[in-house]
């Protein structure tokens, strides 16, 4: 079978052929960044309050850098399902918080995304809820509220408020002009005392360092304060038992003191008496043991010699006649 040349086929063959070729590259162009064997992206869905002017193609950032656009918003509600497109490589946590911010002052929106690091990754499909997203407040929001609240004053009031206001003020002139230059003064004697304000401050980073390195040696001793304290508080029971024996003695005593009071003033009474027959005879009894000293050691002599004894007449006479004697 002979293969016919290109210019004998049928030209309305070969340009419905041409029409469908040209359709489906045309398809295919335009859906080449959806087909997921293709795209350098994945899909992630995070939740909002409302829109808040957002629209698709809006960036995506991560620390102020693009990392993909917004694909879809769809509406669930009482809340907004955002579909963002995330470029491959890009690693979201989990816990991430997605806010939407203004870009420029013209209006347009991004979405800002932050994640505070490690943990699992969010992947394809994955969504933010609602509890860890925000919106940015509107300016008509503000003046909704405001005419609201500007709508609830008293003008009246209000104007005799500004008016005591203003009273105040021009009063006050003169205090405030003081007040000032007290402030300057202030700040002229601080400039005038920089050298020892300087050197206070270097004595407090001194201090600072020295109990730096003394960190360890106050670690030790609040430890073994912990351990006294520890000590005591294990010991309470012992310590209440010893005060309440303590107590319990002194009592007695007391009491003692108390029953026998009329005891001891006698016992006294008579101590005292003696004593002073004591101090009265002091030089007699001096005298007495002076004579009592060799005296007994002249006594002690007579039964020296088994049941023989030596009498001596100068024991009933004067001390130095046996002292003469005895040498």
Same mark, same amino acid.
């Given at each position: ?156 009031? *209000?104007?005799?408020? $500004?008016?005591? #206001? &203003? %009273?105040? !003020? ?8 003081? +007040? ?90 008579? *101590?005292?008496?003696? $004593?002073?027959? #004591? &101090? %009265?005879? !002091? ?8 004579? +009592? ?35």
């Amino acid at each position: 079978m002979s293969i016919k040349n290109f210019r004998e086929r049928s030209p309305v063959l070969i340009g419905i052929l041409s029409i469908i070729a040209i359709t489906i590259g045309m398809v295919f162009a335009f859906s080449i960044d959806r087909l997921p064997f293709i795209k350098q992206a994945y899909n992630v869905e995070a939740e909002f309050a409302n829109a808040a002017g957002l629209v698709s193609e809006n960036q995506v950032r991560i620390a102020g850098i693009k990392v993909g656009t917004v694909s879809d918003i769809e509406l669930l509600k009482d809340r907004v399902l955002v579909t963002m497109e995330i470029e491959n490589g890009t690693e979201i946590p989990q816990d991430a918080f997605a806010e939407i911010k203004l870009a420029t002052i013209l209006g347009t929106k991004f979405i800002d995304i932050e994640g505070n690091g490690g943990g699992p990754l969010l992947e394809n499909g994955d969504r933010i809820p609602l509890e860890r997203t925000a919106v940015p407040y509107e300016i008509y929001q503000a003046s909704n509220e405001g005419t609201g609240v500007l709508q609830g004053l008293d003008g009246p009031a *209000l104007n005799d408020m $500004l008016r005591e #206001l &203003a %009273r105040v !003020v021009e009063v006050t002139q003169e205090e405030l002009g003081s +007040a000032l230059e007290g402030l300057n003064e202030l700040g002229e004697s601080l400039n005038s005392k920089r050298d020892e304000l300087r050197s206070m401050l270097s004595e407090a980073d001194d201090l600072t360092k020295l109990l730096s390195d003394e960190g360890d040696q106050i670690v030790r001793l609040v430890d073994a304060s912990n351990v006294v304290l520890e000590s005591l508080t294990n010991q309470r029971e012992e310590i209440q038992s010893l005060l309440e024996s303590t107590q319990f003695t002194a009592d007695q005593l007391t009491t003692l003191v108390h029953n026998n009071q009329g005891n001891i003033d006698n016992v006294l009474d008579r *101590l005292d008496r003696a $004593l002073n027959v #004591l &101090a %009265r005879n !002091v030089k007699d009894l001096d005298v007495a043991f002076e004579y +009592a000293g060799a005296s007994s050691r002249y006594f002690a002599k007579v039964f020296t010699q088994g049941r023989w004894g030596d009498i001596y007449d100068c024991a009933i006479i004067l001390t130095e006649s046996c002292e003469q004697d005895e040498g």
